[in-house]
């Protein structure tokens, strides 16, 4: 006499790996982006399964003091964590990090930003890394050179050679 069955076997997942960054820790931005402008992508992966793999993103709040906002909508929703004292905001989900207000690279030409990777496991693992923005000044071209001098005359002999030094002038700009 046999019997056979089907058995069907389900492995649950530990959560033993944390999240690994794996996006760039230095990055550069012009002081002429506009507020709301996408900054940077951070992205962390996380070799476990489900919400053990699923990664969030976050400021570390010893970066300065936090604020925090949410939408919310019959369509969507969304929340993001932001500080302060930064011009920066991060999206929970997609790491994307924003710029929420105006840069300045005369006033401050650098930001390193402590970001946090957590995985919704149970217990939640975490990794931190440091981002570093670093801004540069677009200098639009606005002004025309001046010439020191209003009039130039110079002569030359017609037997000169090609490149013959003839003369000099001088302009500044206030760019």
Avoid: C
């Avoid at 012009?30 to 699923?54: I, K, P, Q």
């Avoid at 496991?121 to 200098?139: E, M």
């Avoid at 002004?143 to 017609?158: D, G, L």
Wanted: avoid cysteine; glycine fraction near 4%.
């Amino acid at each position: 006499l046999t019997s056979s069955a089907n058995i069907d076997i389900n492995v649950a997942d530990v959560n033993d790996n944390a999240p690994v960054f794996v996006s760039p820790r230095k990055i550069l931005v012009h002081d002429d982006f506009f507020v709301g402008s996408l900054v940077t992508m951070v992205r962390a992966v996380d070799l476990d399964f489900r919400e053990n793999g699923t990664v969030e993103y976050y400021f570390a709040e010893d970066n300065f003091v936090a604020t925090s906002s949410s939408t919310s909508s019959s369509t969507s929703s969304s929340s993001s964590s932001s500080f302060s004292l930064l011009p920066f905001s991060i999206h929970p989900q997609t790491g994307a990090i924003n710029l929420t207000s105006e840069l300045n690279a005369l006033r401050r030409s650098s930001y390193m930003i402590e970001i946090i990777a957590t995985d919704l496991g149970k217990p939640k693992l975490a990794k931190r890394t440091n981002l570093t923005i670093d801004v540069r000044s677009f200098n639009w071209n606005l002004n025309p050179p001046i010439f020191k001098e209003r009039y130039a005359n110079f002569s030359v002999r017609e037997n000169k050679p090609p490149g013959t030094f003839v003369g000099k002038v001088s302009a500044t700009d206030d760019d």
